[in-house]
T-cell receptor, first 110, second 113 residues
């Protein structure tokens, strides 16, 4: 009963490097989300995907891209990492009634 | 637009004290309301929810009542335990076609023995 699985759990990048955060869910949910969590700011929505094949911008999409590869997987890509992207990233998938979150990826950009 | 406002933390209580964490919202229509809890080093977990006015969500001794007249969804617990130490997030589900979850900034609770 894995739920939502995110990889990696921790990552350190140099400014300008790129990387992809992976997320997969095994609950057959249509909707998937990427949030970032920063101290004192709660969770802010980066991108979301209401269904396979669709993606939309959230509150803070600049500097990120996403891919909804199939119904299970929703990846987040940083093309050129910046120190302002240091954060904890959470992936979530949502049923009609409830959202389920992954364990998070702690990303540091130096 | 949709937004959620929570009381700032941290909230520090002694074990067995009464807890209230305030949450108010602004939304179009009648959103569903949620409380999520985040334990150290973990992701968010749904604690309770309410989908319409006057509904009371409850779980693990926590309660919150959907108050449409005051646009509030305050979290309460009669007797907190050390194990309740966590960050609590109030959230609403947008009633537009996106059905996005909008979160408050979170309130850290620290319960001391």
């Amino acid at each position: 009963n894995a739920g939502v699985t995110q990889t990696p759990k921790f990552q350190v990048l140099k400014t300008g490097q790129s990387m992809t955060l992976q997320c997969a869910q095994d609950m057959n949910h249509n909707s998937m989300y990427w949030y970032r969590q920063d101290p004192g700011m709660g969770l802010r929505l980066i991108y979301y995907s209401a269904s396979e094949g669709t993606t939309d911008k959230g509150e803070v999409p600049n500097g990120y891209n996403v891919s909804r590869l199939n119904k299970r997987e929703f990846s987040l890509r940083l093309e050129s990492a910046a120190p302002s992207q240091t954060s904890v990233y959470f992936c979530a998938s949502k049923s009609i009634t409830e959202a389920f979150f992954g364990q998070g990826t702690r990303l540091t950009v130096v | 637009g949709n937004s959620v406002t929570q009381m700032e933390g941290p909230v520090t209580l002694s074990e067995e004290a009464f807890l209230t964490i305030n949450c108010t919202y602004t939304a179009t229509g009648y959103p569903s309301l949620f409380w999520y809890v985040q334990y150290p080093g973990e992701g968010l977990q749904l604690l309770l929810k309410a989908t319409k006015a006057d509904d009371k969500g409850s779980n693990k001794g926590f309660e919150a009542t959907y108050r449409k007249e005051t646009t509030s969804f305050h979290l309460e617990k009669g007797s907190v335990q050390v194990s309740d130490s966590a960050v609590y997030f109030c959230a609403l589900r947008a009633m537009d076609s996106s059905y996005k979850l909008i979160f408050g900034s979170g309130t850290r609770l620290l319960v001391r023995p």
